[in-house]
C-alpha cells in the first residue's frame, strides 16, 4: 500500500505541531505500507489575520522539517492573481470581514489543489491530506488506512466541528477520492451558483463530496490549530448542541447521524473481515 501524506497551507510553529505528527501520524501507519510526503506552503514572513487574532513574525526555520520532502513554495500575492476572490464576491462574505476569510479559504483551497497535483504521479493507494500547524492529539488508526485502501472511494473526515457541512482541516482518502477532495477549488464557483450563497469551507467539502458520490466517514481523531508563537487554539470537539432528539429532526444532524452510524458498521466488518484473513 503507498500513501501519500499532503501538507498544505502555512507551517505557523512546527516546534509545538511536529512532535504530534511524527507521534500520532507517521508511527501509526500500518506495517504492510511505504509512504511519501508532500507539500505546498505559501512563503511568508509575517501573519495578520484578524479573525485569529494573529500578527506576528512568521520565522523561516518553521519552515524546515518540511524541506526534505517533494514540494513548492509560493508567494501568496502571486497565488492570488489566478483565483476567483472577485468573481465570488458578489455571492456574500460568509465571515463578514470584508472578503479576508473569503481570500485566506481561496489561498487554502488553490494549496490543497496545487499538492494534489504533486501526488498524482506517486499514484498513491492512499491519501492523508495533513494541515502542518496543527497539533493531533490522537493517533490516525491503522485500519483508517486500512479501509480507504480498500474501498477507493472512502473519505474520513473529523467527526467534530462539521456545523452544516464536513469538518475541512484534514482527512484520509482513498484513491478514487483523493483528486475530488484535494482539487474541490474548482467547484467553489459553481456551489456559489447553485445555492446562491456565498463560499463556506466546510459547506464546500460536503458538496463536492456528494455530488463526486464519495463514501463519507467519520474519523475519531481530534486536532487543535497552532497559532505563531505556540498558542493552541481552544477547539469544540462536541459534535452538536441537543444532539439526541436533533439528529431526528434537523437535516444536518440527522447526516451527521447516519455517516456515524455508517462508520461503525463498515468498520465492524471490515474488521471482522480483516482479523479473519490473518
Known amino acids: 500500500m503507498k500513501i501519500a501524506v499532503a501538507y498544505f497551507g502555512l507551517p505557523r510553529c512546527s516546534s509545538v505541531s511536529m512532535p504530534s505528527i511524527e507521534h500520532n501520524l507517521f508511527s501509526h501507519f500500518p506495517t504492510c505500507s511505504e509512504y511519501r510526503c508532500f507539500y505546498h506552503f505559501y512563503q511568508q514572513s509575517q501573519v495578520v489575520n484578524p479573525r485569529s487574532g494573529e500578527n506576528g513574525m512568521l520565522d523561516d526555520s518553521n519552515y524546515q522539517p518540511f524541506m526534505q520532502y517533494e514540494g513548492l513554495l509560493e508567494e501568496p500575492h502571486e497565488a492570488l492573481k489566478n483565483l476567483p476572490l472577485n468573481s465570488l464576491k458578489p455571492f456574500g462574505d460568509a465571515w463578514g470581514d470584508d472578503f479576508n476569510s473569503l481570500r485566506n479559504l481561496l489561498l487554502q483551497l488553490n494549496s490543497l489543489k496545487k499538492v494534489t497535483g504533486l501526488i498524482k504521479a506517486y499514484a498513491p493507494d492512499v491519501v492523508l491530506f495533513a494541515r502542518p500547524d496543527l497539533v493531533y492529539h490522537d493517533p490516525v488508526p491503522p485500519h483508517v488506512y486500512l479501509m480507504a485502501n480498500e474501498y477507493r472511494d472512502s473519505v474520513f473526515v473529523p467527526n467534530w466541528q462539521w456545523g452544516s457541512g464536513l469538518n475541512d482541516t484534514f482527512a484520509v482518502c482513498g484513491r478514487g477520492a483523493f483528486e475530488v477532495y484535494g482539487n474541490r477549488l474548482d467547484e467553489a464557483f459553481n456551489y456559489c451558483q447553485e445555492t446562491n450563497k456565498p463560499l463556506h469551507a466546510e459547506h464546500l467539502l460536503k458538496y463536492v463530496l ?64 480483516f482479523s479473519g484473513n490473518r
Do not use: C, Q
Open 210 to 273: 456528494l455530488k463526486g458520490k464519495k463514501d463519507i466517514y467519520h474519523l475519531n481523531v481530534k486536532a487543535s490549530r497552532v497559532r505563531i508563537g505556540g498558542v493552541i487554539a481552544m477547539e469544540n470537539f462536541v459534535p452538536f448542541k441537543n444532539y439526541f432528539f436533533a439528529r431526528f429532526t434537523n437535516p444536518f444532524k440527522r447526516f451527521y447521524f447516519i455517516t456515524g452510524i455508517k462508520t461503525r458498521i463498515k468498520t465492524y466488518f471490515f474488521l471482522k473481515k
